[in-house]
């Protein structure tokens, strides 16, 4: 069935050093990939998102690229800063006639030292 | 601002109590779904809604209730809340294509005693 699976956490790094956290999914058809955020205390936000392949999704600088030849969606961003520190979700919207269905990772926790 | 808000942000309820949890978005939404945040299970989907009128059971249904009598509302009913109940409670929003991504509300943390 379809599903997404992210690393899993918690992840540490000092303030301006590069992060990378891994995403990949199975889905039949051609899913809708996203991240979100999860400040502490907080609801999610939409962070970014590519709706086909090869499309890259791009905010706040984080970046991740839609892979279809290895079903990943991984995020990255090349200097984190403590702000940045929160839960971050991979997921994929995949549709099958009228019906929608948003899958969901687990999560991943990024914390940043100063 | 635009946006989903949900009411109460915090509860604490006795077993066998009932309270409804409010969620209201004002973005024209037709989909509106509920979610609860374990630790560990990630986010699991319990109802959700594709418009007025209409209503579905999502992964773990069971407990709860819901209606849509307008474009803007969603509640969530808890019948007679359990223990295993408490959790945080999260109201989503989006189009009905959903490619636009969804917007959350912040969430209602609801203890169960």
């Known amino acids: 069935g379809d599903s997404v699976t992210q690393m899993e956490g918690p992840v540490t790094l000092s303030e301006e050093a590069c992060l990378t956290i891994n995403c990949t999914y199975t889905a039949t058809g051609y899913p809708s990939l996203f991240w979100y955020v999860q400040y502490p205390g907080e609801g999610l936000q939409l962070l970014l998102k590519a709706t086909k392949a090869d499309d890259k999704g791009s905010n706040k600088g984080f970046e991740a690229t839609y892979r279809k030849e290895t079903t990943s969606f991984h995020l990255e961003k090349g200097s984190v800063q403590v702000s940045d520190s929160a839960v971050y979700f991979c997921?994929?919207?995949?549709?099958?006639?009228?019906?929608?269905?948003?899958?969901w990772g687990l999560g991943t926790s990024l914390a940043v030292n100063p | 601002n635009a946006g989903v808000t949900q009411t109460p942000k915090f509860q604490v309820l006795k077993t066998g109590q009932s309270m409804t949890l409010q969620c209201a978005q004002d973005?024209?939404?037709?989909?509106m779904s509920w979610y609860r945040q374990d630790p560990g299970m990630g986010l699991r989907l319990i109802h959700y809604?594709?418009?007025?009128?209409?209503?579905d059971q999502g992964e773990v249904p069971n407990g709860y209730n819901v209606s849509r009598s307008t474009t803007e509302d969603f509640p969530l009913r808890l019948l007679s809340a359990a223990p295993s109940q408490t959790s945080v409670y999260f109201c989503a929003s989006s189009y009905f294509t959903g490619d636009g991504g969804y917007t959350f509300g912040s969430g209602t943390r609801l203890t169960v005693v």
């Open positions: 973005m024209n939404h037709e989909y």
């Open positions: 997921a994929l919207t995949v549709y099958a006639g009228n019906n929608r269905k948003l899958i």
């Open positions: 809604s594709v418009g007025a009128g209409i209503t």
